[in-house]
């Protein structure tokens, strides 16, 4: 009796709770990234060809001028110095001024962030969902139609770049075929996306189809794993009804790989709104940074490139901390 | 068997009537497919257990499942009666079978750890086969803090808020077992629920299922292909081969005396703790379905086959207190098999031990696995190492091949220290020191054939030609009874005792002076293992190298070692001969662990009344 009763020690109620910990290095690891980021891109911007006086006053300036401006914007300093005010900008919420219309960074980019966010998180939840149920029916009608035609659709369209979906949906639904939905998503500067929803529609929509294809075959997969598993014969053989045989045996544990690919489709869609925000103007932080960039308005980009670098930061924490939260053997160290 | 009226209907006349009736069970691949089980007919009656033994791919499985109703994908459940209670459960419309699974009838998983869902706590595994069936939330925990205690399972509350990965084996076969029996059913089937565990906890299980089914009157099927756990447990015995039972009858008189040439290898195979015998084990493969043919699947690998036992599928007939199918029954004599006492080998060498180990203590990050031990392998000598799983058998055996680092104390190999890792040994040493790994299904690169697997091993370690490396493949794989045509085949397409011979014959290819089989035959069934068994004996003996043989089956060190060593928790509990060890054991871990082996002494059990046999 001895070595069968012998419980098992929950070894980890000792130390920390393994998810306080995980975050808490997560979030040193974080910032450690954030601050490698924030080294090079500004030593990026700053061996460009050039610097920012030259940017705004165009080649053909007079040396004088320049030498003023360079004044005006700390270029006179060393790298060292120059670094040390942006930085201390960012913490003192003044991430400098633009260099193209002398507005401080942070009011034009902070309407587009949120414009971004929304996207972003529209995009995702419903691409979440989508995604897990399409693939879990899938996983259950295997080698149903369903199954196939969902599969077929899932392959094609992984074939495809974003942009060429975005077109499509602007064929079909804004010109050629039908004119339900405006082409481009053109906003005041300033105001906010929920104002005027249907300029969401088509930009959520191409970005849905782009990432429900990759999450749908992650738990397709993971679903008819689970629904051949051991515990799921058992369950059957407990007599358990097959809705529960379904909801509470097999699709939690399909769920927790999935967890994974849809984090990693969130940090896609950092760098997917880019491109899709430029094809349907849609003022975000993408569109932003574009124009930022054709525009060498360096403080703009700067700033820009760190948000999209803490999004990723704290979008991996997140991912790990629910993944860890859905999958119990790793919860609880043995 | 449906033809078996005789004296067994004669027998039971008095007795209890069947709670478990299967006739003519029928189990096809797709509708119309090849039969995987046929002509499957047996009964058992309340508070009895009856054992379903063969090797694996025999069909114990899938009549264990189909007495639930149950086809695992692609088969079909396509003729027969399941009787429970008189109600044929196959009868059943699917929600009414829904109703009766985890009720009436319920089933022990062979692997508790995949068979627990990972994601839920034990508790609401055991309650939910309750709340399913309609109790109310109140009585189902009564009954499930009721149940725990029948499985001898006395857990703090919060042991049942526990995700099954924080329990131990036996621990969770006794939640498997709580949520079969939760239900109070008339039948319960224990599909292989003891493999993989302790001898001591196996037995703790055993006492269990053996107690449950008399008090509740529960009739169980018990699957198994442990000969010695059955006949320990069971009343009555059917011997599954190809799909088929070949032999039933009361367990004393179908394991103790054994007709069917099948059964009277299988029980030949079984080692004995007690004596060193030399072990039998069958030769070649059991048909798989759909290539039976006709005639008896077994004639292939019979020693008794006559030109008939090719054509005529054999019916069963009544001998000697049992039901057997073989046309050559009545011209079997119903004895226990012949065994051969081994032949002590010759005494061990004079001269400097072949492997000296001192004072090791490994280590898997911070969890000691091994704590100063010692031991000593004298030239041309076997020597077992056994204990329960987690005693360090396996990383005693890393540390002396070089493949884990972590350990610190001395090695030594023909007068030589051992270099801590393999990488920074020679090719000298890495040839003379060679492994046999557990699991022949893993241990062979499956992208490779044979042939490129030897031949590799040659090319690293050895200066033979590329020319000569077919020859001296095939002239190693002849020495693990072998064709040559197996040179060009991939792991895949070999059974299980072929890949461990290949296994064998990779380690043998470079003439080692040391040999390391970690459990070699521990996923193997009996037949083969016995043959894997002797196969080692033999060349051992031919080519005279050393040999550390890792097992946790006691039963088995007397056929193959002459000094064993026995580990406890990375400690050395007691080493020496192997017949003080295993006969006056002096440690009281060695005494327990042999007192919990399990013994095939199907004489012990009650034997029905009647005259014996002649």
Not at chain 1, 315 to 320: A, F, G
Not at chain 2, 186 to 210: A, F, K
Request: proline share 7%; net charge positive; hydrophobic share 45%.
């Amino acid at each position: 009796m001895a070595v069968a009763a012998a419980p098992a020690q929950p070894a980890a109620a000792a130390r920390a709770h393994p998810v306080a910990r995980l975050i808490r290095r997560r979030l040193a690891i974080g910032v450690v990234t954030l601050f490698l980021v924030s080294v090079v891109v500004f030593l990026a911007t700053e061996v460009l060809p050039g610097n920012a006086a030259y940017a705004i006053l165009g080649h053909n300036a007079t040396p004088v001028r320049v030498r003023a401006l360079e004044v005006a914007l700390h270029l006179n300093r060393g790298v060292l110095g120059q670094y040390w005010s942006w930085v201390s900008g960012l913490f003192t919420g003044n991430p400098g001024h633009s260099l193209v219309n002398g507005q401080p960074v942070w009011g034009y980019v902070e309407p587009r962030i949120i414009n971004s966010a929304v996207l972003v998180f529209v995009v995702g939840a419903i691409g979440a969902l989508a995604g897990v149920a399409l693939g879990a029916v899938a996983a259950l009608r295997k080698d149903g139609w369903l199954d196939h035609v969902t599969s077929v659709i899932a392959l094609a369209v992984t074939s495809l770049p974003e942009f060429v979906v975005a077109i499509a949906l602007v064929i079909v639904l804004s010109t050629v075929i039908w004119h339900v939905l405006p082409a481009v998503s053109l906003l005041a500067p300033g105001s906010y996306a929920w104002s005027q929803p249907e300029l969401l529609v088509l930009p959520a929509a191409t970005l849905v189809i782009v990432i429900v294809p990759y999450i749908l075959r992650m738990m397709r997969a993971a679903m008819v794993e689970a629904l051949e598993s051991d515990y799921v014969e058992m369950a059957r053989l407990k007599g358990v009804p097959e809705w529960r045989v379904v909801l509470v045996h097999a699709l939690p544990n399909a769920i927790a790989p999935t967890i994974q690919v849809i984090g990693l489709n969130f940090l896609y869609l950092a760098g997917g709104v880019v491109v899709v925000e430029y094809v349907f103007n849609f003022p975000g932080i993408g569109q932003g940074l574009v124009s930022a960039v054709s525009d060498r308005d360096i403080p703009v980009i700067q700033f820009i490139v760190l948000v999209l670098a803490a999004f990723y930061v704290v979008m991996n924490i997140i991912t790990d901390v629910i993944a860890l939260l859905a999958t119990p053997r790793r919860r609880i160290a043995r | 068997m449906s033809h078996s009226e005789a004296p067994q209907a004669e027998a039971e006349a008095g007795r209890p009537k069947a709670r478990l009736e299967v006739a003519g069970l029928e189990v096809r691949l797709g509708r119309s497919g090849p039969d995987v089980v046929r002509e499957v007919t047996f009964a058992v009656r309340a508070g009895e257990v009856l054992g379903l033994v063969g090797e694996s791919g025999s069909g114990k499985t899938t009549v264990a499942l189909a007495l639930l109703g149950h086809a695992r994908r692609g088969l079909c459940i396509t003729a027969g009666q399941v009787l429970l209670d008189g109600a044929d459960l196959l009868a059943l419309s699917p929600r009414d079978l829904r109703a009766a699974r985890g009720a009436r009838v319920s089933y022990v998983p062979q692997d508790p750890s995949s068979a627990l869902n990972p994601a839920l706590p034990v508790g609401a595994q055991v309650r939910e086969v309750l709340r399913v069936h309609s109790r109310t939330a109140g009585a189902a925990g009564d009954r499930v803090a009721e149940v725990m205690g029948e499985v001898r399972l006395d857990p703090p509350p919060e042991m049942l808020r526990r995700d099954p990965h924080q329990l131990s084996g036996g621990q969770q076969q006794r939640i498997a077992l709580a949520m079969a029996f939760a239900g109070r059913p008339s039948l319960i089937v224990l599909d292989e629920p003891t493999t993989g565990l302790d001898v001591s906890t196996q037995r703790h299980v055993l006492d269990t299922v053996r107690s449950l089914c008399r008090s509740h009157g529960v009739a169980a099927v018990y699957v198994s292909h442990d000969l010695a756990v059955v006949s320990d447990l069971v009343s009555e015995v059917a011997v599954m081969y190809a799909g088929r039972v070949v032999e039933i009858g009361p367990v004393a008189r179908v394991l103790g005396e054994p007709v069917h040439p099948y059964t009277r290898g299988l029980v030949g195979a079984v080692p004995s703790p007690e004596r060193a015998e030399a072990l039998a084990g069958i030769d070649g493969q059991q048909p798989r379905p759909g290539r039976r043919g006709p005639g008896c699947p077994f004639a292939a690998r019979c020693g008794h086959a006559i030109a008939d036992c090719a054509t005529q599928v054999p019916e069963p007939v009544t001998v000697a207190g049992r039901a057997v199918r073989c046309l050559r029954a009545q011209g079997i004599q119903a004895t226990q098999p012949e065994r051969l006492p081994l032949v002590p080998g010759p005494p061990a060498a004079a001269g400097g031990p072949a492997l000296l180990v001192r004072g090791v203590t490994a280590s898997y990050g911070h969890r000691l696995a091994l704590a100063g031990v010692s031991l000593e392998v004298p030239p041309r000598a076997c020597v077992a190492v056994v204990g329960e799983s987690g005693s360090g058998k396996t990383t005693l055996a890393r540390c002396v091949a070089g493949l884990h680092g972590n350990w610190t104390g001395e090695i030594t190999f023909r007068g030589r220290p051992l270099a801590r890792v393999a990488r920074r040994r020679d090719k000298d040493t890495l040839g003379r020191v060679q492994y046999v790994f557990q699991n022949p299904y893993t241990s062979l690169n499956p992208r490779k054939t044979i042939g490129q697997i030897i031949g590799q091993q040659l090319e690293e370690l050895t200066s033979v030609s590329r020319r000569d490396r077919a020859d001296r493949a095939a002239d190693v794989l002849n020495d693990v009874s072998l064709a040559p045509d197996v040179l060009s085949s991939y792991p895949d397409q070999l059974s299980g005792g072929e890949r461990q011979r290949v296994a064998i014959a990779r380690a043998l290819a470079v003439n080692p002076d040391l040999l390391i089989c970690d459990e070699v035959t521990s996923s193997l069934d009996v037949s083969v293992q016995a043959i894997i068994v002797e196969l080692l004996r033999r060349i051992q003996r031919e080519r005279q190298f050393a040999m550390i043989f890792i097992t946790h089956n006691l039963a088995l060190v007397r056929s193959i070692a002459q000094t064993a060593v026995v580990l406890r928790r990375g400690e050395v509990a007691e080493s020496g001969p192997v017949e003080q060890i295993l006969g006056h054991p002096a440690d009281p871990y060695t005494q327990r662990l042999m007192q919990d082996v399990p013994r095939l002494r199907p004489s012990r059990t009650h034997r029905p009344p009647g005259p014996r046999p002649a």
